[in-house]
Nanobody
Framework: QVQLVESGGGLVQAGGSLTLSCAASQSMFDFNDILWYRQAPGQKREWVATVSNGFTGFTGAVSDYAASVEGRFTISRDNNKNTVYLQMNNLKPEDTAVYYC?????????WGQGTQVTVSS
C-alpha cells in the first residue's frame, strides 16, 4: 500500500512563496510520473504540475505545468529522499486550495491527504 504525505502548506500573503513536499512510503524509483493537483472550495480538483521519473531518455526528469501556474511554480523530485516538491512563488489569492500529490503504481491511483494553502490579498 503506497502512502503519500503532503506537508508545507500554510497562510501566506499574495506575492509570497511556499514549498510543498510530498513524501512517499516507498522508494520513488518505483514510480513514473508524480503529479500535484489542487482543489478550491466548491470547485473540481484540477491538475497543477507533473514530473516524470527521468529514467528514460537523456533529458532527466521532465516537468509540465498548468497554464495558470507556469512560470511561478516549480516541481521537482528527489528519488533518494522519496520526496517530490512544489516550489510556489508569486502566490495569488486564486492559488488558495488544498494541494494533493498523486501517482499511479501498478495500475492503481494513490493520493495523499492534502495540505491547505491559503493566500491572502
Amino acid at each position: 500500500q503506497v502512502q503519500l504525505v503532503e506537508s508545507g502548506g500554510g497562510l501566506v500573503q499574495a506575492g509570497g512563496s511556499l514549498t510543498l513536499s510530498c513524501a512517499a512510503s516507498q522508494s520513488m524509483f518505483d514510480f513514473n510520473d508524480i503529479l500535484w493537483y489542487r482543489q478550491a472550495p466548491g470547485q473540481k480538483r484540477e491538475w497543477v504540475a507533473t514530473v516524470s521519473n527521468g529514467f528514460t531518455g537523456f533529458t532527466g526528469a521532465v516537468s509540465d505545468y498548468a497554464a495558470s501556474v507556469e512560470g511561478r511554480f516549480t516541481i521537482s523530485r528527489d528519488n533518494n529522499k522519496n520526496t517530490v516538491y512544489l516550489q510556489m512563488n508569486n502566490l495569488k489569492p486564486e492559488d488558495t486550495a488544498v494541494y494533493y500529490c498523486n501517482t499511479n503504481y501498478q495500475y492503481r491511483d494513490y493520493w495523499g491527504q492534502g495540505t491547505q494553502v491559503t493566500v491572502s490579498s
